[in-house]
């Protein structure tokens, strides 16, 4: 049975050098192959002229199989290996050799995985209630997380991530090995593909943690890029950015580097470094097109789209976004597929075309309720087959033991009680995170219009029980346009981004302050009067004055400002509908008056659906 490394190949080099037992070389290659494929791509080659030399078929037969695994492995594609890989079979059962024979069944087992065949699950269920019995653990528990991919894939969630836990469970138990890595990254990204980014997140930062450990260099592109991947997902763009530096100087570049400068130029592109981003996507588009796996695919082209806009070259981000809806299909990745309907509305937004931005921003809430639902069903399968696999560890060994250690039996079930309490718990605060996702602005992290509508009329009804008050003020930022149309839409998310910090930072943790469409915002200041609130937002006038921004070009922004509306319960209204309006009055005649300004609300001027004395078409 072949052993684990247990270490990084040190040493590897010398293997082809040896005149020593050419089946030891050959399993040693074996458990090597998938941590550094093109050392023992390379070492492979020479000892392969050597057991020709020496005319012995089986040593040849396993030395081939190990080239076709790091193949298969190494380009993310199948090279017609499937036929050679069941050759081989006869070969090592003509030799006698069971253990090398079921090594080649399981290479041509999961190359009907790698073709997407509908028999690929049933293959892999073959070897393994077959030839796996006899397998090593670890060949064992990697053909199990072949299975789990496929039916996760094709919509066999609960299964595949029970089959998922149960391969990274037995791999847990052996010396830390590739496969342990990869295995454990597959179960994170599968995690990340149905929305269930925390969880991925810790298992793919396991699976790079265990790489580092075993000196995994060669596997370090595609572990960094997975791992940026799902940061970027959660919003955390300087973090990725510093995941992905850390590998960028490694000199060694396998085929995967190309994924890494496409999550490279997506990062960038988060931060505002346009230029930067175009140039590493530039480096990511010359990857040859069998290195391209489907998921590169549909990430390169929603960065491509995201690239263009913010570029301004808006029609050539149409036809890229035309040939994204053509060729990628929306169950590959779930959360990819709401970040192109996202682009896709930004960019309609930007054409004027309002009404297909319509289409695929409500296509993208769609979506995204769709993914709430199916991120926590998926986790909850996830808790379960943890769970079930702990519990049923605990049941065998309580039952080779139930006479001597009874009692310390019955304080792990305990103990398995509280784990499945607390992981309850957890979806529960899941629920409840994807529920304050839905009421926040993914780009000011503001609440947003629909958390106001909820939460204004019932601060209106605490006022009046209480006897207290509250101010709505309506706030709109001056010359918002020029920005965007000067400096690109990536510059004004920026302008947003700041004016939306300075209100978190200037008001009470009892006020409420929400993005209400646009550049647009609106503050709920509980506990004060008009006079009062006024007084707060002129101060936040005055500190947003003093931002700078340094724009493209070796340009800054400054002197930004905005206009505002105020309007008091229960001096100028009783309603949520009146308040909203009277404060909106007062903002346009703060905005016609010459910007810069907050007007109180005037009950002389200002009335719930009364004209504007000085007409309703003036330019804000």
């Not at 040493?11 to 192959?33: I, K, M, V, Y």
Request: charged residues 25%.
């Amino acid at each position: 049975m072949i052993e684990p490394l247990g270490r990084a190949p040190i040493g590897l080099e010398g293997l082809e050098s040896f005149g020593r037992d050419w089946r030891e070389t050959a399993n040693e290659l074996w458990r090597a192959r998938l941590g550094w494929p093109q050392t023992v791509r390379r070492i492979a080659s020479g000892v392969r002229e050597a057991t020709v030399r020496r005319g012995d078929a089986a040593d040849t037969a396993r030395i081939d199989l190990v080239l076709l695994s790091v193949d298969q492995f190494d380009r993310q594609a199948v090279r017609s290996g499937t036929e050679y890989a069941t050759h081989l079979a006869r070969v090592f059962e003509a030799a006698g050799d069971a253990e090398w024979r079921a090594l080649a069944l399981l290479h041509a087992a999961r190359d009907r995985m790698m073709q997407g065949a509908d028999d690929a699950a049933d293959a892999l269920l073959a070897w393994l209630d077959h030839e796996g019995e006899a397998a090593h653990v670890i060949d064992r528990a990697w053909a199990q997380a072949a299975r789990a991919r496929v039916l996760s894939l094709r919509g066999e969630e609960e299964t595949g991530f029970r089959l998922g836990y149960e391969a990274v469970a037995l791999l847990q138990g052996t010396t830390p090995s590739p496969e342990r890595v990869f295995a454990v990254m597959n179960l994170g990204v599968a995690h990340q593909r149905f929305g269930n980014l925390r969880t991925g997140e810790a298992l793919l930062a396991d699976a790079f943690d265990t790489a580092r450990m075993l000196d995994m260099r060669e596997a370090f592109f595609l572990l960094a890029a997975n791992v940026a991947s799902i940061q970027l997902d959660l919003g955390m763009v300087e973090r990725a950015q510093q995941t992905l530096a850390a590998v960028s100087d490694i000199p060694d570049r396998p085929p995967e580097r190309h994924y890494h400068e496409l999550m490279m130029s997506l990062a960038l592109l988060m931060g505002g470094d346009i230029d930067g981003a175009r140039a590493w996507f530039n480096l990511a588009a010359q990857a040859p097109t069998g290195e391209r796996p489907p998921a590169m695919l549909q990430d390169s082209l929603r960065i491509e789209i995201a690239l263009l806009r913010a570029e301004g070259r808006l029609e050539e981000a149409l036809a890229v976004f035309r040939q994204a809806e053509a060729t990628t299909p929306a169950a590959l990745n779930h959360v990819a597929h709401l970040h192109l309907l996202s682009e896709a509305a930004s960019l309609f937004a930007d054409l004027e075309n309002w009404e297909q931005a319509y289409v695929y921003e409500r296509r993208h809430r769609e979506g995204y309720r769709a993914l709430q639902h199916h991120a926590a069903r998926v986790e909850r399968f996830a808790v379960q087959a943890r769970y079930d696999l702990y519990r049923s560890q605990v049941e065998r060994d309580f039952e080779r033991q139930r006479r001597e250690h009874a009692e310390a039996a019955r304080a792990t079930v305990q103990a398995l009680n509280d784990n499945l309490s607390t992981r309850l718990s957890e979806i529960q605060a899941l629920q409840s995170a994807l529920q304050e996702q839905v009421i926040t602005d993914p780009l000011t992290l503001l609440y947003n219009r629909r958390f106001l509508n909820e939460v204004l009329p019932r601060e209106l009804e605490r006022a009046a029980r209480d006897g207290g008050s509250i101010v709505v003020a309506m706030l709109d930022l001056d010359g918002f346009k020029q920005i965007n149309d000067l400096h690109g839409h990536t510059m004004g998310d920026q302008v947003l981004r700041q004016l939306a910090g300075l209100l978190r930072e200037q008001t009470r943790v009892s006020d409420f302050c929400c993005r209400y469409g646009g550049e647009e915002f609106c503050l709920v200041l509980t506990g004060l009067d008009a006079e009062g609130a006024e007084s707060r937002i002129k101060g936040i006038l005055d500190a947003f004055g003093h931002v700078e921004l340094d724009a493209q070009g070796g340009r800054r922004i400054s002197e930004l400002s905005f206009s505002a509306g105020v309007a008091a319960y229960p001096a100028h209204g009783s309603h949520v509908e009146a308040l909203l309006s009277l404060a909106d009055a007062a903002l346009l005649r703060a905005k016609r008056a010459g910007k810069r300004r907050v007007y109180r609300c005037d009950p002389a001027i200002d009335r719930p659906g009364r004209p504007d004395p000085h007409g309703s078409s003036a330019q804000l």
